[in-house]
Nanobody
């Protein structure tokens, strides 16, 4: 059974950090690009970051550049998202997804498998 499971979410104060993990089972993560997306209540799902299958290519939304870092450990079948300097407006459910990047396009429509999401709440 193909499955992606996110973990590492929780409550953090403004300016704080969290590291999210995305673990795969039922398939090898190393053949897919992995994207992180988020969705806040009443808003559309938006891309946060993506990493190519080999880890050599990384992509970031402008609003997280310099604060978030994506990485992968194919031996552990896991992708990570280190999030620093979090702000209240970044409160959302964060999802990881496996798919393919084409000409720099890593939008949700290019993802094949999705996790169930992990809640990140930034509040004092």
């Amino acid at each position: 059974q193909v499955q992606l499971v996110e973990s590492g979410g929780g409550l953090v104060q403004p300016g704080g950090s969290l590291r999210l993990s995305c673990a795969a089972s039922g398939f090898g993560l190393n053949t897919y690009a992995i994207g992180w997306f988020r969705q806040a209540p009443g808003k559309e799902r938006e891309g946060v970051s993506c990493i190519g299958s080999s880890g050599r290519s990384t992509y970031y939304a402008d609003f997280v550049k310099g604060r978030f870092t994506i990485s992968r450990d194919n031996a552990k079948n896991t992708v990570y998202l280190q999030m620093n300097s979090l702000q209240p407006e970044e409160t959302a459910v964060y999802y990881c997804a496996a798919g393919f990047v084409w000409n720099g396009d890593w939008s949700p429509g290019r993802m094949r498998y999705w996790g169930q999401g992990t809640q990140v709440t930034v509040s004092s």
